[in-house]
């Protein structure tokens, strides 16, 4: 009812207006400028509230820099801290013991002192609480966060001025509605519920009520030995030629820093509608070997071709925009369901870290894209397995890093790469890909400068040099083909 969605708007704006001054207030000037240069220089979709969350979160509890046993992956997933640099800074407390003040990050070595500063905000030296807190405790303890947003376009838009008989006609109106919550506690529990409405979709007509829904229940318990998503979650894996969610830093403000490093398994907590996982994976340390299963089952949009009862037979192209505005678009709304299974296993040494990892894809419909020059080597087929081997490893002043994955055909991807440090001032990387033409991984993301990853190989090239805290040069070339 019309008088219904209208009271739902009016809380969501006034909500929005009470909570902006408090949600600015709590941002550094210094991570609002961190989150643009991440957001420029990330590759593939990126949904900003999931990487505001993660710098608010660093902010509001800080990695105990003192602890070498402590999670730094945020550190190192957000681009504030290298494996190299994670090393030297590990080997700096194991000699001198723990730091007095944060400011004893400039001696560090391998840490410039522009990037020993920008880490201030992000890690504290204070002692941490030996005494762990009862996962009961957890539940309730911690940081709750709400957000809501409104937002529409004021002009009217095309869709929304044709008449009630154009099959496209958009059936909602122009607002875009947000709900999202979280609780969590450190980097050991979270659980949350997003709920989103875009532009023209139809919001409490249906009996869904917001177009799409997110939910999630995540828990590291480390002295249990391991970490449990359940719902919606993200897998990393490697160099992202076989499986990779979520955003990934890529060329721009940081050309030495192309490598991924980033937790395997992480809970998802944004409106991105498509590159997520929805099932239950379980991270399982046995010494240094770490073990993740995972399943998933979901239903995705798809463009397709219908049988003689009007049931999908063939599936054209998998959209992945989450838009459901017209009859045409919720015609194509969870089409068909996929089923992803999996494992890695990964060896975390002390200077180096090797893994394995294989993934096997089920559709519910064939896919069968239509006959097009662009669409000569995508994936055709019901089922489709890859099995991939990725490493990193610190030598010296080298951090070495890359993965190899086969696909079902024999079709093989790789990328190799390192990353020098010259001196304290000077970086530099270089890295290698071949993607073959035919390569087809339902999951993956690798490094790349078309969209896919395949029917690509390059030579990169990066080149960092901060003389001073005022001057720094940041230089690449990419030869692709």
């Not at 996962?135 to 947003?149: A, D, M, T, Y």
């Not at 249990?224 to 990779?244: F, R």
């Not at 790789?414 to 035919?438: C, E, M």
Request: hydrophobic share 40%; net charge negative.
């Amino acid at each position: 009812m019309w008088w219904l969605s209208f009271i739902a708007k009016a809380c969501v704006v006034a909500m929005c207006l009470l909570s902006a001054p408090a949600l600015l207030g709590q941002t550094p000037s210094n991570t609002e400028q961190l989150i643009e240069e991440t957001v420029t220089n990330a590759e593939g979709q990126l949904e900003d509230e999931s990487l505001i969350d993660d710098f608010s979160t660093l902010v509001t509890q800080p990695i105990p820099i003192n602890d070498t046993l402590a999670n730094w992956s945020p550190l190192l997933s957000n681009g504030l801290l290298t494996p190299y640099q994670q090393e030297q800074l590990v080997g700096y407390l194991r000699e001198f013991g723990p730091l007095l003040s944060k400011t004893e990050l400039l001696a560090v070595p391998g840490l410039p002192e522009g990037e020993a500063r920008r880490l201030f905000p992000y890690v504290t030296v204070r002692p941490v609480e030996s005494a762990a807190v009862p996962f009961i405790n957890q539940l309730s303890k911690g940081r709750n966060s709400l957000l809501l947003r409104y937002q529409s376009i004021l002009e009217t838009q095309k869709g929304y001025a044709l008449p009630d008989s154009v099959t496209n006609r958009y059936l909602g109106d122009r607002a875009k509605v947000y709900f999202r919550y979280r609780h969590q506690y450190g980097q050991r529990l979270s659980y949350g519920l997003v709920a989103d409405k875009d532009p023209g979709e139809s919001l409490f007509n249906g009996k869904a009520g917001f177009d799409f829904y997110s939910a999630h229940f995540f828990t590291a318990q480390p002295e249990k030995g391991g970490k449990l998503a359940v719902g919606d979650y993200e897998l990393k894996i490697g160099q992202g030629l076989l499986h990779w969610n979520g955003f990934s830093l890529g060329k721009g403000v940081s050309s030495a820093r192309i490598h991924r490093a980033a937790p395997v398994l992480r809970p998802f907590n944004s409106a991105n509608e498509f590159n997520f996982m929805r099932g239950i994976a379980l991270e399982r340390n046995l010494g240094p070997l770490k073990i993740t299963p995972w399943v998933s089952h979901r239903q995705l949009d798809a463009s397709f071709e219908a049988d003689s009862t009007g049931q999908p037979s063939l599936l054209r192209t998998i959209r992945e925009d989450g838009l459901h505005r017209t009859v045409g678009e919720l015609k194509n709304k969870g089409v068909f369901t996929l089923t992803n299974t999996g494992v890695n296993a990964t060896y975390e040494g002390q200077h180096i870290n090797l893994g394995l990892a294989a993934s096997y894809s089920k559709f519910s419909t064939p896919v069968e894209p239509r006959e097009q020059p662009y669409t000569a080597f995508d994936f055709r087929g019901d089922a489709a397995l890859g099995v991939s081997m990725h490493y990193s490893a610190v030598l010296k002043q080298a951090y070495l890093f890359g993965e190899t994955a086969v696909d079902q055909e024999g079709n093989l991807a790789s990328l190799h790469g390192v990353q020098a440090f010259i001196n304290p001032g000077v970086k530099a990387a270089l890295a290698i890909r071949s993607y073959a033409k035919d390569y087809s991984a339902i999951h993956a993301d690798g490094f790349a400068e078309s969209t896919g990853t395949q029917n690509e190989q390059g030579l990169y090239l990066g080149f960092e040099f901060n003389p001073s805290n005022q001057w720094f040069v940041n230089t690449y070339v990419d030869v692709f083909r």
